[in-house]
């Protein structure tokens, strides 16, 4: 009998992928009528579990809170269906007549999930709908730290397939997760392909693990208020977004950049939603205990409310304090609380001009969120779209609250949770992660042609004489034609084409064409410089 953890984990894990693969192989038989119904059943049974489990979330991590998980357990359970109602992922996807061409989907077969700590309920659901969705199997792997929500929201969804007529089998889940068996899942030879939320470490197991991938990295997401921008608007939604689960969505609002003449307006409105300034004191207080001295986020202030971070960094702020206002003199390393906080700290910038503002929020992305979200707020599209070429971003957002625009509830962004950065940053996409990014599509292609009417030039050979001998006269009845077609009649008579030998140089040729096209015109081209003495 197995006592070793790790051990009992990989066991687990190569029973439970054999399961999810035979089922995969059932479920490949469904029509798109049978999958659609298993998955309008999971989205009904998310929705009406929603509190619930983020309650148990929130009881389970001790990040964030119930109100906010639910919403995005809702985004998940209620949001997504519907944005994935109609859409064709099994069989014939798509027939293009007048190509002979006809597309079909082909299931990757077992999708390996991997959860983070921060959003272990909805991102649960979200990936179990789009990966049957796909007509795959699934195995979630939950974080060590929240396998308990995440295995009763598993249960939910898979009673849910079971009762709409999925196979046996379909969801599966680890209840002894370890690093060690997670790895294992990702390695194992019947996955079709990883789905990995988390940090560093485990996206780039993701991608070493020899199975394909689609791991996402961190966000260090800069929102830039320009001076066309209703302030208070953009003031209003960026505490709205950086309040939104205590900053544990990756995409939550990170810095506020503006230009120096909007300082005064922008404290005005922040200290209006009550937000707490801290002095340089409670500052240096706040980088020592939210950022450990390797440059992580402490997680005991992971998702925590102003009131418990500020205790920790020995200060008190008011009960009613949305977030926590800090102003770094740069962005990088030395700067610690210029980097992605995952709680509701929020940095202020102001540079002295719109060039200085571009420089600001490319540095913050660099600098932690490459790849990922930025947000601009304005009115103006020619200064929205300098934003959106210079930054090094996937998603730009305009005029919302980065989590809500960048999962799709404000913005017509396809509804996830899996946010790719795109291969600046590694990733092996820079979409938001669906359905159609979980199968491949075969190629059904009809023969249109013969082989020798695709090209432009014949194949037996003969292209070579394109590359010898040039008729001087065909080439002066061409020109006179290109000539005669644009209206020039002759002010001079064109010179005779020389009788040099066909095989001429094409200096010699480029010449005479030349001095051809001038006499049309009425001009006359004047004789080369000779060379001074010495010169070249």
């Known amino acids: 009998m197995l006592h070793d953890k790790d051990l009992i984990s990989i066991q687990e894990v190569r029973d439970k992928v054999e399961r ?32 619930r489990l983020a309650e148990l979330a929130v009881e389970e991590t001790g990040y964030g809170n119930a109100a906010d998980k639910t919403v995005k357990n809702l985004l998940a359970a209620d949001l997504l269906p519907n944005r994935l109602r109609g859409m064709r992922t099994i069989g014939v996807l798509r027939q293009i007549p007048e190509e002979r061409i006809s597309e079909i989907a082909v299931p990757v077969g077992v999708v390996a999930a991997v959860l983070p700590v921060t959003n272990p309920t909805s991102t649960a659901i979200y990936k179990a709908i789009i990966s049957l969705k796909a007509g795959n199997a699934i195995v979630i792997a939950p974080h060590p730290h929240a396998y308990r929500c995440t295995c009763e929201t598993a249960e939910v969804l898979y009673r849910a397939a079971l009762e709409a007529g ?130 992580r986020i402490n997680a005991k202030c992971v998702g925590q409310s102003p ?51 571009l420089d600001v929020c490319e540095a913050l992305m660099r600098f932690g969120g490459l790849g990922h979200t930025c947000v601009i707020y304005a009115t103006d599209e020619g200064r929205i779209r300098e934003f959106a070429l210079r930054m090094p971003a996937m998603r730009v957002l305009v005029n919302t609250p980065a989590p809500q625009g960048s ?50 030039v014949p194949l037996d050979g003969s292209a070579a004489a394109a590359t010898g001998p040039v008729d001087r006269r065909a080439v002066a009845a061409a020109v006179d034609r290109f000539l005669a077609s644009r209206g020039m009649t002759a002010a001079a008579p064109a010179p005779a084409p020389s009788p040099v030998p066909a095989a001429a140089d094409a200096a010699s040729l480029a010449a005479e064409v030349v001095d051809r096209f001038l006499a049309r015109r009425g001009t006359v081209s004047a004789p080369a410089p000779a060379c001074e003495p010495g010169g070249s």
């Open 20 to 51: 999810a693969y035979a089922a995969s192989q059932r479920y490949r038989t469904y029509s798109q009528q049978q999958v659609d119904a298993i998955v309008e059943a999971m989205g009904a049974a998310g929705r009406s579990h929603a509190r």
């Open 166 to 295: 999925a196979p046996e089998d379909i969801i599966q889940w680890l209840s002894a997760s370890t690093i060690e068996g997670t790895n294992a899942l990702m390695r194992h030879e019947r996955t079709g392909i990883i789905l990995a939320t988390g940090g560093h470490g485990i996206v780039r197991a993701a991608y070493s693990s020899g199975n394909p991938a689609l791991g996402v990295g961190p966000g260090n997401t800069p929102v830039l208020i320009d001076r066309s921008a209703d302030v208070r608007d953009a003031v209003e939604k960026t505490v709205v977004g950086k309040m939104f689960d205590y900053g544990t969505v990756c995409t939550s609002e990170q810095a506020i950049v503006a230009e120096e003449a909007l300082r005064e307006q922008i404290v005005a409105e922040l200290k209006a939603r009550r937000c707490f300034f801290c002095d340089e004191a409670q500052q240096q207080a706040l980088a020592g205990v939210l950022v450990t001295p390797n440059g």
């Open 307 to 357: 009131q418990k971070i500020a205790s920790l960094a020995g200060f008190q702020v008011p009960p009613d304090t949305t977030a926590i206002i800090v102003q770094p003199r740069g962005v990088g390393r030395e700067h610690p609380l210029s980097m992605e906080k995952l709680s509701p700290v929020l940095a202020l910038y102001f540079p002295p001009d719109w060039k200085g503002c």
């Open 407 to 456: 999962t799709g509830v404000t913005t017509n962004l396809p509804p996830s949770m899996t946010l790719g950065c795109g291969a600046m940053a590694g990733n092996s996409t820079g979409d938001s992660v669906g359905p159609m990014h979980l199968l491949n599509i075969r190629r059904l292609a009809h023969a249109v042609r013969k082989p020798e009417e695709a090209f432009t």
